[in-house]
């Protein structure tokens, strides 16, 4: 079979609820077998955009197309060359692991000598073989998620999305998870798009993020090519008073690169951080800034945000908070999440 170079292409790609526009004039493509991280604060639109993605929205304009079908004309094709796993758990946890994945498959129109030869491969690609006749509610959380992207591999789809991966899951099991992931990209060869609003993760998993805030994609590379656009290191003044002078001495100094104003106070990018403390500390002090804390920080992809939005993601969501309740109620009333019910009056039709 030839699949097309690209597993996703969006163009021109906006969604409207009433007045409120939740994505607007995206525009992108996700390279087959690429991981592809889709990087944003809560409200940012990533759920919307991977809804239409995934056929449950249709857009107000634009075109999306996955591996090579139209998301709004060739809605069978979309799905059957697609799997998800859903933020929220899936999974019956009364049943074992081995007859989730059978009921899944069933959904799908796999056969009973289908189902018996793919239910082994997927448990032994999630690394549950082991497990596969114990009921999933004695899975630990971590054990849980890998069979939820297991359930979405079991048609052997193209493209797997996971909305939100590791959410809820702890440190450890996060990261875990994240090396599981890489792994299966690199074993299965299928393409995977990750929405998360964790940096950490963004980084270490994909091979290209598009940063998206308030409905749109402010920016799309590779997590070092976003880091290194910020030109050096960034050191955080926080401030007790509006900073005086300072911003305008900022304009005046060769070595810094940008500054960008935050809520407690101003990040400086420069050149040589650890050399440039004590001259920004000069700096301020002469500007009749009142420092209250100096932080120097590497280059990192919430700098990158901050650098692009004028916020972090933890303040974005927080200001947006309102508006992200409003698009949320807008989407429920449109459209709800499919059950395993629904997806069977989609799917081609459960078979003994």
Known sequence: MNRPTNAIAVEGLTKRFGETTAIEDLSFTVEGGEL???LGPNGAGKSTLINILCTLLG???GTARVNGHDVTSETGAV???LGIVFQEPAIDEELTGAENLAFHAR???????????RIPEVLDLVELAEVADDPVENYSGGMQRRLEIGRGLMHEPDVLFLDEPTTGLDARTRRDTWEYIERLNEESGVSIVITTHYMDEADFLCERVAVMDQGEVVAIDSPAALKASLG??????????????LFERLDAQSWVREYTPTEDGVAVTMARGEQRVADLVRLA?????AIESVDLQKPSLE???????GSTISEREASDAAESHTEAADEDSSMERPTETAEATEAPGAVE
């Open 79 to 81: 799905r059957d060359s």
């Open 59 to 61: 857009p107000t304009e």
């Open 232 to 245: 050096g290191d960034i050191i955080a003044l926080g401030l007790a008073n509006d900073g005086g002078e």
């Open 303 to 309: 700098n990158v945000f901050l650098s692009l939005t």
């Open 285 to 289: 002090d002469d500007a009749g800034a």
């Open 107 to 117: 959904m799908y129109g796999k056969r009973k000598a289908e189902r018996q030869q």
């Open 36 to 38: 592809f991280g889709l």
